[in-house]
């Protein structure tokens, strides 16, 4: 309980250190903690109405988490007919630190205790590096952030990788993209490195929980959020959890089956969903199509830059070439074809769409939706929205900031 | 807090009344009376071992059930050593109804208050007749059951039909095979008639809960449950409890596409799974087959009765016959397939498969295991158990009495 050491006595590479040493006592403490965090700044008599404690026991709780320093005064709140009550709000000196891996870019981001973004950072990178460069580079990357002067130190970091991890070890387990990885103690290692408590979890589902805390999904209980990055994946919410499966694989969509015999995928299969659509496979077929000159656009963005991605084909599709556009067509067909099927069995409030192929913008959101509504039954789809995330590249970060705020404000 | 009534003061037609009038009134007492449903008599010293309570919290709880009759006095336990302990049980006088109502055949079952079964019947049911006659039958069942002597009268039911439920309001929405069923007020008609509470649900969603009371699934908190009858659906449990999605809905698997553009379905579609594999799509293969005299051993068995179904499959089959062996193998692939993106999905520690066609046995078993280790994921099958469950048709109405024992066990 010795509040927020503002020590720098430097531990660990980057000379960060561990500054929140308190957490909270029991789960009254945690309710209002994640309350503050979600709400902002609020009044005792409002928290009160909202857990169910006795107006003393709020006081003694609400007094405990002043002392630890979590927790501030804030001034006096508006009139509600009687006494004025006092505002509280999370220390504005907390800083969390997110940071979400990608194939082959990734983004770090400081947040306050109510996890806005107060400065975030986008690098290329690419994950098949190895942890060893890749967290060089993170740790690189945040000393940045704190030398701008967002941040003294981090009081905890959440670390998105894009493949399956054991949670809540924070160790990712066979990733199929990621030679290097398996195994390697990312949150051990990352904790020691920043001086600070870090959780690990699959990007996907961060960027479901960031949507979650910020943004599309803020009142839905059960949901799915579908990933089109260089992969594909799906991030389950229920009862606004995170579900991680069994052995943290859960929502590995990218190799369900969407054409029998189909194309070859890297997971030895044929016809897997991440085979025929993902950022990765468009690139592929653009480059096909581009060679074969089926579309004078994607050639001479070819000539032009060297490679094609995604966004080749988005502005291609933007400027109306039809190549472009029905490759984004088939793309969304195969992906509305598998995730149809997972409405079906999951009967999900609604189904929310991001990653780096966003961009491909609404041909792609059309074809998901058309075969959504047209191969699950009304029951599944009668109130159903299939949208586009609202965040776009910070819901990750965000998600992170969400995953280690949940930790931190658990009873110890 | 009146205790268990004896009295016979007949209300609804079949003379049934209301006993149990006491719920617990705490979220102890509900764990209690759980842990004593769940594990059978037991000492107060071992129930507090299980329960978070001081011993003389504990006592207080012990005492206030003893006075509802929910829980009586059994003697006393074992010495551990110092002074023996007194047992206590749930009163062996309260009765439950649990009623399974499929698409052809009904089941209906008293158990006591640990859900072990008293007595069962299973009778041949056209739920197409529409509920009221359904339930007519469903009421002299409970009413033989009761003359038999099992029961004075039932302290709650619990009801599973065969399509979609609105939960808790118990009514049934849009069920595909059943006309004149949708909205019909099954839980407000049946606590009339039966004169006690009632719980309504999905047959799958029952099964699962079943085989994880007494079944496969006891140790297991996230699995999915596939019941193969007529038509086919999947029972989702996370983290213990039946996952039922936003509109009931949840594990409709049976319009899930299993072949692009194959059989067309009575939703509308082509190629969904249950039009390639459930009871009915078997009969009808089979009755094709024989009609084709592509197999001797179905054509016999058609002339015989007139009729096929899943059974004279399954008996041909054991009798060697190719064409049904290749039936049964190709339902198993199509099935295998769709579990395949459901286990890469959800990552579940368990598959159970059950229903009526799990007389098909290990031929069905092997080539939905074939298919759902070939096509997902290592990280999700390396330790996933895929296996026949173990009740039969008891799972339903144990699932039935389980699911009013849950209602019931909970703080009024």
């Known amino acids: 309980m010795a509040g927020i050491r503002r020590a720098q006595a430097g531990r660990g590479g980057e000379g960060l250190v561990r500054r929140m040493t308190a957490r909270p006592a029991n789960a009254h403490q945690a309710r209002l903690l994640r309350l503050l965090r979600d709400g902002g700044p609020n009044s005792r008599a409002q928290l009160g109405d909202q857990v169910d404690l006795s107006r003393s026991k709020l006081a003694v709780e609400v007094d405990r988490l002043l002392e630890t320093e979590l927790v501030v005064a804030d001034g006096l709140a508006a009139s509600r007919g009687g006494r004025r009550s006092h505002n509280i709000r999370l220390n504005p000196h907390l800083r969390f630190l997110g940071v979400d891996i990608g194939a082959t870019s990734v983004d770090v ?29 993170v740790l690189s990357m945040a000393a940045k952030l704190r030398a701008s002067g967002l941040a003294e130190g981090f009081d905890g970091a959440g670390i998105g990788v894009p493949g ?21 103690p990312v949150r051990e290692a990352l904790s020691q490195d920043l001086g600070c408590p870090v959780m690990v979890d699959n990007d996907v589902n961060l960027m479901a929980m960031g949507e979650q805390h910020a943004g599309v999904a803020r009142t839905v209980a059960d949901f799915l959020c579908v990933k089109i990055g260089t992969g594909i994946g799906c991030g ?115 189904v929310v769409i991001g990653g780096g192929v966003t961009g491909l913008g609404h041909t792609l959101l059309a074809a ?33 900031a969400r995953l280690i705020s949940d930790h931190l404000f658990s009873p110890a």
Do not use: K
């Open 368 to 400: 998901i939706r058309t075969q959504v509504y047209r191969g699950s039954l009304p029951l599944a789809t009668g109130n159903l929205p299939i949208v586009l995330g609202e965040l776009g590249p910070t819901a990750g970060v965000i998600g992170a």
């Open 109 to 137: 981001a400081v947040t306050n205790a109510e996890l806005e973004i107060l400065g975030h950072i986008n690098q290329p990178m690419d994950v098949r590096e190895g942890p060893v460069a890749v967290f060089e580079q």
């Open 236 to 350: 389950i919410v229920v009862g606004g959890e995170v579900y991680r499966g069994t052995t943290g694989s859960a929502g590995d969509i990218g190799h369900i089956q969407a054409v029998p015999d189909g194309r070859p995928c890297a997971c030895g299969n044929r016809g897997c969903l991440e085979a025929h659509f993902s950022g990765a496979a468009l690139a592929r077929d653009a480059t096909e199509a581009a060679e074969q000159r089926l579309s004078t656009e994607l050639a001479n963005r070819l000539e032009a830059h060297g490679t094609l991605s995604a966004v080749d084909v988005s502005a291609a599709a933007a400027a109306g070439d039809a190549t472009a556009l029905d490759l984004i067509r088939e793309g969304g067909n195969h992906t509305g074809q598998v995730i149809a099927g997972l409405v079906s069995f999951f009967n999900p409030g609604l």
């Open 164 to 184: 399956p991890v054991r949670f809540p070890e924070g160790i990712p387990v066979a990733p199929p993209i990621m030679p290097g990885w398996d195994g390697f």
